[in-house]
């Protein structure tokens, strides 16, 4: 399985940017998939969740309500559009696959994308 976050950035407090995640390796769409994110300094901590079909999402209360997690199983990319973009979001976002337990813990996924960073 292969993750590749693509559509960081620098934008302005306010702002928006989209993130995509191209996923491969998968042969079909019945996976979950999430956003994390890692300020320097900071743990890695959960960002949004999307469960496979019908596509159930969860988010960190820091961004619920700003933030959007969806998916394109045709393309199986995953995507999370960022709206009123502050500082605090700053950091590299990661997408994260094949979830064994709470989505909240980072050591409970297998693979990890290479990260794509966004500055605010």
């Known amino acids: 399985v292969q993750l590749v976050e693509s559509g960081g950035g620098s934008v302005q407090a306010g702002g928006s940017l989209r993130l995509s995640c191209a996923v491969s390796?998968?042969?079909?769409?019945?996976?979950?998939m999430s956003w994390y994110r890692q300020a320097p300094g900071k743990e890695r901590e959960p960002v949004a969740l999307?469960?496979?079909?019908?596509?159930?999402?969860e988010y960190a209360d820091s961004v619920a309500g700003r933030f959007t997690v969806s998916r394109d199983n045709a393309k199986n990319t995953v995507y999370l559009q960022m709206n009123s973009l502050k500082p605090e979001d700053t950091a590299m976002y990661y997408c994260a696959a094949e979830l064994r337990g709470n989505w909240r813990n980072p050591a409970n996924y297998m693979f990890w994308g290479q990260g794509t960073q966004v500055t605010v």
């Open positions: 390796g998968y042969t079909d769409c019945n996976y979950a």
């Open positions: 999307i469960f496979a079909n019908p596509g159930r999402t």
